[in-house]
Structure formats: C-alpha cells, structure tokens
C-alpha cells in the first residue's frame, strides 16, 4: 500500500526543516546562492523544495515497486 498523505506531508516537511537548518552557516548560504548559477536550476533549493512538494504517495509506491525488489534485498544484522 502506498504511504498516507499525512507520511508524505510529514517526510515532505522534514526534509524542509533540515534543508533550512543546513543553511545557517555563511558557506551553505553561499553555495545555495552559487550553486544555480554553476551547476543550473537543479541546484536551486526552490526547484528542489517545489519537487518535494509535488511527490504524492503514488508517486512513492510506483518508484518503491520499480526499483525495491524484495528478491535483491540484503539484511545485516550488527551485534554487540
């Protein structure tokens, strides 16, 4: 089953809230102004944000489906 729109909307505002709190230093603040410039508008943390906005949870099983495969799975287990 796909996930909820209130997961997508919780994940969507997470991913939000760390990409603000990476900007408080001066050199990610330059980069984010810096980085459309040089590497074009996929570097821009708007057309990121706004691509983060537009995923729904279709969107999310439809991927999850194409490209997790439960036969290619690896489980590692670490103990003490």
Request: hydrophobic share 40%.
């Amino acid at each position: 089953a796909p996930p909820s729109e209130e997961e997508v909307r919780n994940a969507v505002r997470f991913i939000e809230g760390r990409m603000e709190l990476g900007l408080q230093g001066a050199i990610r603040q330059a980069g984010s102004i810096a980085g459309p410039h040089t590497l074009g508008p996929a570097a821009d943390l708007k057309v990121y944000l706004e691509g983060g906005r537009r995923v729904t949870p279709s969107a999310i099983q439809e991927v999850a489906q194409r490209y997790l495969d439960p036969d290619l799975q690896t489980v590692v287990v670490v103990r003490p």
